[in-house]
């Protein structure tokens, strides 16, 4: 399914079942993608997890029905999926910045959140190069840190700039960027700035080991300057390549950026020429 497609079936579903306990699994069970990569994609192309999304309209709705009604708290909170009063009154002012009961006493200004609307725009064909291989497990060394798929695009170079002020490349040099979301769904993924493991070396402070498991990967060559060559084949492959795959899905919650030696080029990772692969772990589809 077209991602435009996809993302318009999922708010329209959304929309209609906005008071019940939505999962990511439901929606991407809705729109027949994966819940790990229509998950990771529509935080990429939408600006926010899906589970923001769904809380942030809730609120808005919250809002409206809170001033041009008489709905007590206690019912709003159960309506749009809260525990108790308290809970959903916490929700509320963080997201309005004033209270439910002031918001409806003093007839305050609230903030409004509208469903997404789409602009499709149509735009030549686009070739994208990638073999499939399989490769056995192998254990890497690594610096570690959680990030959100909504703002990880600015915040892992940053993570790269910290590695880097550490003084960590004499322990990594980075050759693998890891992405690592077991679960498959969640709004967060753990990232891996790392190398090859050497067992007969200790294990600096501060680092990981992980074994990264065998799989048959697709595996595509990105060629130009980071990150903007690296985050845009990424972009194509979670918005155009896999929601049209046919013969292979995703087969678990890895991704592997694979870097060549940036003194091998006169710009270093800046360089027009600078080379780079990413690695997704696939699988044969099921035919229903």
């Known amino acids: 399914m077209e991602w435009t497609k996809a993302i318009g079936e999922a708010v329209s579903y959304i929309e209609a079942n906005i008071t019940e306990d939505i999962t990511v699994d439901d929606v991407a069970r809705h729109v027949c993608i994966s819940p790990f990569y229509f998950h990771k994609g529509f935080s990429m192309l939408c600006g926010y997890p899906l589970k923001e999304y ?11 029905e809170l001033v041009s009604g008489n709905i007590t708290i206690t019912d709003l909170a159960m309506k749009y999926g809260y525990d108790s009063p308290g809970s959903f009154t ?30 499709i725009s149509l735009e030549g064909g686009y070739i994208m190069d990638y073999k499939i291989t399989r490769k056995e497990s192998f254990t890497v060394i690594a610096s570690s840190k959680k990030f959100g798929y909504a703002n990880a695009k600015e915040e892992v170079p940053l993570f ?18 890891i992405n ?21 070396k200790d294990i600096p402070e501060g680092f990981v080991v992980k074994t990264i498991p065998a799989f048959t990967w697709a595996v595509f060559p990105v060629k130009g300057a980071l990150p ?17 795959l046919k013969e292979y899905e995703v087969a678990a919650g890895y991704c592997v950026e694979m870097y060549d030696n940036p003194v ?3 710009g ?11 690695w997704i772990p696939v699988k044969k589809a099921v035919k229903i």
Do not use: C
């Not at 700039?161 to 960027?177: L, N, P, T």
């Not at 903007?228 to 049209?244: C, G, M, R, V």
């Open 90 to 119: 916490k929700a509320f002012t963080r997201f309005h910045g004033v209270t439910p009961i002031a918001a409806r006493r003093e007839k305050t200004m609230l903030k409004a959140f509208a469903p997404l609307k789409l602009i």
């Open 180 to 200: 690592i979301d077991p679960d498959m769904g969640n709004e967060k993924f753990e990232y891996l700035i790392a190398d090859i493991y050497n067992p007969v």
């Open 160 to 177: 790269w700039q910290e590695h880097s002020d550490a003084g960590r490349f004499k322990y990594v040099d980075g050759m693998f960027g």
């Open 228 to 244: 903007e060559a690296l985050q845009d084949i990424n972009t194509k492959i979670f918005s155009e390549w896999l929601p049209a």
């Open 54 to 64: 769904i809380r942030n309209r809730r609120l808005s709705l919250a809002g409206e």
């Open 268 to 278: 270093g990772v800046k360089d027009e020429n600078y080379y780079t692969e990413i």
């Open 264 to 266: 091998n080029y006169p």
